[in-house]
């Protein structure tokens, strides 16, 4: 007879998260996505500019905008990491007292 506690540890595939921590992620994947859709927008308006020679300088500011926002990406996931590591501490600390 197997506890249901000990078929999830033992399971690689069962996750366990409390309603916080999926709040937190979601928060996160929000802000990713919304990262994502600038860099696409950037590259976008900084291609559209090079067809026109005198919209050279801008399209090329646009790039550098939008290369520089490929650091944010995974800036965002490590807070997001480093938030969720925190919580589970903090969590834990209140169980253990």
Do not use: C
């Amino acid at each position: 007879m197997t506890d249901r506690a000990t078929d999830q540890q033992d399971n690689p595939l069962t996750l366990s998260l409390g309603n916080e921590q999926l709040v937190i992620r979601r928060r996160y994947e929000v802000l990713s996505i919304i990262n994502d859709f600038l860099i696409a927008i950037w590259f976008l308006l900084g291609s559209i500019l090079f067809l026109f020679p005198e919209y050279e300088k801008t399209a090329i500011v646009f790039f550098i905008i939008g290369s520089a926002q490929f650091l944010v990406r995974p800036s965002i996931r490590l807070l997001s990491h480093l938030h969720l590591q925190r919580r589970g501490a903090a969590s834990a600390s209140t169980w253990e007292s």
